[in-house]
């Protein structure tokens, strides 16, 4: 059964700081991670979406990578802002049923 | 966004009624799920739909059933509830994996059984 965990799970920070979240996965047969975006008491938001041939993504001050023989993947921010504050989320989709195994997340304060 | 609906976004129910949550999707894609999530458990996946009456379980699939008549509806019912089925439900779409495969979520239900 892949196993899919985000260190840390919590994470403050000031303005205007680089910040790197991190996601391991045990089973190196994927298909793709994504990341997502939660806001307290919304629904999750996609942020970038990985193939498992790809090394990363990117998109605005956002930048994504993944070391699939490592079972790693990365999200990385650039020049934070109080509006990244949410918790954020990888999922793997392995294949299996064709459903995503997610992480219990990282939960980001940045803070003026 | 996604073309997402679910309904209601909020119930109060009482143990061993049934409950009836449901996805309306406008993206005509193939794949419909429900999830659950739940503090120090996260997303969790109770049942999957790849096509028109094509269901399928997940994780935790006990005590829920599901019903997909058109592609764009995907129910979920709980036959009896009970409070361990309190939680926020998330319906998510996704279209066919050879094309990437991104997932996209509704707003979830939240759901509290007294």
């Known amino acids: 059964k892949q196993e899919v965990t985000q260190i840390p799970a919590a994470l403050s920070v000031p303005e205007g700081e680089n910040l790197v979240l991190n996601c391991s996965f045990t089973d190196s047969a994927i298909y793709n991670l994504q990341w997502f975006r939660q806001d307290p008491g919304k629904g999750l938001t996609s942020l970038l979406l990985i193939q498992s041939s790809q090394r990363e993504q990117t998109s605005g001050r956002l930048n994504a990578s993944l070391d699939k023989s490592s079972g790693r993947s990365t999200l990385y921010i650039a020049a934070s802002q109080p509006g990244d504050s949410a918790t954020y989320l990888c999922?793997?989709?392995?294949?299996?049923?064709?459903?995503?195994?997610f992480g219990k997340g990282t939960s980001l304060l940045v803070t003026p | 966004d996604a073309g997402i609906t679910q309904s209601p976004r909020h119930k109060v129910t009482e143990t061993g009624t049934p409950v009836t949550l449901r996805c309306h999707q406008t993206?005509?894609?193939?794949?419909m799920y429900w999830y659950r999530q739940d503090p120090g458990h996260g997303l969790r996946l109770i049942h999957y739909s790849y096509g028109v009456k094509d269901t399928d379980k997940g994780e935790v699939s006990d005590g829920y059933s599901v019903s997909r008549s058109k592609t764009e509806d995907f129910l979920l019912t709980l036959e009896s509830a009970t409070s361990s089925q309190t939680s926020v439900y998330f319906c998510?779409?996704?279209?066919?994996?050879?094309?990437?495969?991104?997932?996209?979520f509704g707003e979830g239900s939240w759901l509290t059984v007294v």
């Open positions: 993206e005509n894609h193939r794949y």
């Open positions: 999922a793997v989709n392995s294949g299996s049923g064709y459903a995503l195994n």
């Open positions: 998510a779409i996704s279209g066919d994996r050879d094309i990437g495969n991104t997932i996209y």
